[in-house]
Nanobody
Framework: QVQLVESGGGLVQAGDSLRLSCAASGRTLSVYIVGWFRQVPGKEREFVASINRSGTSTYYADSVKGRFTISRDNAKNQASLQMNSLKPEDTAVYYC?????????????????WGQGTQVTVSS
């Protein structure tokens, strides 16, 4: 199985940018699709973005389209989420997830492996 560790979270001002990283170990990341999800207290975990194995296809939630970019570097066993024009409503714990079966997924139930999350806080 693959282990995932997120990093790059922090406290930023609205309008700032932040880049989250997802480091994989135990397995090569190239055989997994990667997704980013976020969750705040009192709300369901929501889909943010996903990317296929080769990095040629991506899918984004409407709330982040045009602001966030998901990417991956299979040679480094890493995936990233570039977050621009951050808003207070982007505040959440962000999770990296991976799955070997799906081609491109957007539901948390379609991802088997999960990281522990990294906190992103955007102040106004």
């Amino acid at each position: 199985q693959v282990q995932l560790v997120e990093s790059g979270g922090g406290l930023v001002q609205a309008g700032d940018s932040l880049r989250l990283s997802c480091a994989a170990s135990g397995r090569t990341l190239s055989v997994y699709i990667v997704g980013w999800f976020r969750q705040v207290p009192g709300k369901e975990r929501e889909f943010v973005a996903s990317i296929n194995r080769s990095g040629t296809s991506t899918y984004y939630a409407d709330s982040v389209k045009g602001r966030f970019t998901i990417s991956r570097d299979n040679a480094k066993n890493q995936a990233s989420l570039q977050m621009n024009s951050l808003k207070p409503e982007d505040t959440a714990v962000y999770y990296c997830a991976a799955d070997r079966r799906a081609s491109l997924a957007y539901s948390d139930k379609d991802f088997y492996y999960w990281g522990q999350g990294t906190q992103v806080t955007v102040s106004s």
